[in-house]
């Protein structure tokens, strides 16, 4: 069965699997058809921070880490990186992303840093810097 | 569980800061995004069960399936340890449902508006006021289009009073970074207020 885009849907049609839409993908072949997280059950945001734990790492289960769950842990090892920020590079789905690092936070080879939300900001230094941040853009 | 810390932001190590950009289809949203930061595409992608009602004539296709949409993502860093990221919201209605977790802990959005077809804004301004997230609408100046005063298209959009309208060319990068700089400092306004205020309801519920 082929789930390919149509280009032949008439426009209005109803139909929402068109161009536009993107392709429909098969359930998640690389997190072995797992769609969300597993039981710790993180709710990853796009903006959250991962760091990799290098001690725990060390002493992983190499056979537990896919080829996936490396390229991962070598990006957040040259600088801290957010949840998009990998999906993006890694060209990879972010729910892809978020179950493997499901997998790395399980395995506690990852730190996971919370976005911190605007309304709780320590205090107004922080936008002062963006906004002179921006402005040296 | 101890492994999920949020004390490393709050002692200023390392901070992200999300910002949307919202408006109607072809309003410039990729444009502005690419205007100030370094555009990435960012691909999502949702299973279908989430995505409402309007998809239920699939027969035959597993329960699994899933659709991919395409957004705009893009990084400005601050300093190390401080960058905004920005978001471009799928435009269609039918990716409604990925807006509120762009939305969950947003300092703010920027609504691009164009003049020409006015009423493509008004779902994102709904959006926005409905869920007390901080925002203002940037008109983009398309060449050919009629210039209109802010005051003419806030009275247009009957926004909230105080809501900044700001008028910019998002094929320009001064333009854009004046813009992201009018809304961090209508944001703190807004966050700080609210933070003064208890009463307020939790914007993101």
């Known amino acids: 069965m082929t789930l ?14 068109d161009a536009e839409a993107g392709p429909l993908v098969r359930p998640y072949a690389m997190t072995g058809g797992r769609t969300r ?33 490396r390229q991962l842990i070598d990006m957040c090892r040259v600088e801290t990186q957010t949840v998009a920020e ?26 996971v840093s919370r976005p911190v939300p605007p309304a709780q900001l320590p205090d107004e230094k922080i936008l002062r810097e963006v906004i002179d941040g921006l402005r040296a853009l | 569980m101890d492994s999920v810390r949020s004390d490393r932001s709050v ?8 910002i949307l950009v919202a408006g109607g289809f072809g309003v410039g949203k990729t444009t502005l995004v690419g205007s100030v930061s370094e555009i990435r595409p960012l691909r999502t992608e949702e299973q279908l069960s989430e995505a409402g009602q309007l998809v239920d004539d699939i027969d035959g296709v597993e329960k699994k399936t899933t659709t991919t949409v395409a957004m705009d993502f893009g990084r400005i860093t601050i300093r ?22 762009l939305a969950t802990g947003a300092l703010g959005a920027v609504v691009l508006a164009d003049t020409r077809r006015l009423q493509d804004c008004f779902p994102a301004v709904d959006y926005f006021e409905h869920r007390s997230i901080p925002f203002l609408v940037a008109v983009n100046c398309f060449p050919g289009s009629r210039s209109y005063g802010p005051h003419e298209v806030a009275r247009a959009l009957d926004l909230d009073g105080g809501t900044p309208v ?17 809304l961090v400092e209508y944001a703190g306004r807004m966050h700080s207020a609210r933070l003064l205020d208890p009463a307020e309801p939790d914007p993101v519920g």
């Open chain 2, 80 to 101: 190390s340890g401080l960058a905004v990221y920005l978001f471009g919201t799928p435009g269609q209605d039918r990716f409604w449902f990925l807006w509120d977790e």
């Open chain 1, 4 to 17: 390919e885009p149509t280009s032949d849907t008439p426009p209005g049609s109803g139909h929402w699997y």
């Open chain 1, 86 to 111: 990998l999906a993006a590079d890694a060209d990879l789905p972010v729910g892809v992303v978020r179950v493997l690092l499901g997998d790395l936070l399980e395995m506690n080879v990852i730190r």
């Open chain 2, 11 to 18: 002692d200023g190590t390392a901070l992200a800061l999300k």
């Open chain 2, 166 to 182: 700001v008028l910019c060319d998002a094929r320009d990068k001064d333009s854009g970074k004046e813009v992201l700089i009018r």
């Open chain 1, 37 to 69: 997280p597993g039981p710790t059950s993180v709710a990853f945001d796009l903006i959250a921070l991962i760091d990799v734990e290098e001690d725990a790492l060390a002493q992983a289960d190499d056979a537990a880490l896919g080829y996936e769950h």
